[in-house]
């Protein structure tokens, strides 16, 4: 089972947005010397076009950055926290998840889940499905700093706006 572990990553926006700026670094030093190359060898257009260059390279990043930031500020996740809720779920056998949500709080994720489980089996049976599902999603997800699983009476919950949130198999 744990072998078998997929693409999971918890990666926060903040941490992308990182890793962008960090890119961004190096192709611009890069660039810089590219220009001053250019002029050196007797191009003196080398050092406008490359300014040019690291002016769209910089846009591209904010354009990213913010439409991540964005999303946040409207209360949404990524799309990949809700798979990795249902991801963690396909470790358990005897789970459905009904309804999953997740919102950032800073920099950690919070996930609210409705679960459904075989009504015939003893209380204590669930409860045991339940931490087990608990602590599959705090092994997938590294931001996720509290879960809230509950138990649903199985009835498809349809008042959230994300409809990736129900492909589920
Ligand atoms: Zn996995």
């Known amino acids: 089972m744990w072998l078998l572990c997929c693409p999971c990553s918890g990666k ?3 941490l992308i947005a990182d890793g962008y700026h960090a890119r961004t670094d190096g192709l611009t030093s890069l660039a ?11 191009f003196p257009l080398a050092d406008p ?4 260059l690291i002016t769209i390279a910089i846009f591209g990043i904010v354009w990213q950055s913010a439409r991540s930031v964005v999303t946040r500020m409207l209360d949404g996740v990524e799309p990949g926290v ?13 789970i459905k998840i009904i309804d999953a949500k997740a919102r950032w709080i800073g920099h950690k994720l ?11 089996q003893p209380l204590s049976q669930a409860n045991k499905i339940a931490a087990s599902f608990e602590s599959e999603m705090f092994e997938h997800m590294p931001a996720l700093a509290a879960a809230n699983v509950r138990f649903s009476s199985g009835e498809a919950e349809h008042d959230h706006p994300n409809p990736r949130g129900h492909l589920h198999g």
């Open 12 to 14: 926060g926006a903040a």
């Open 32 to 42: 810089v010397v590219i220009g001053a190359l250019g002029v050196w060898l007797g």
């Open 110 to 120: 919070h996930a609210d889940v409705a679960i459904s489980v075989d009504q015939d």
């Open 49 to 52: 076009i490359v300014g040019l």
């Open 82 to 94: 809700i798979d990795d809720i249902h991801h963690a779920a396909e470790h358990i056998p005897g």
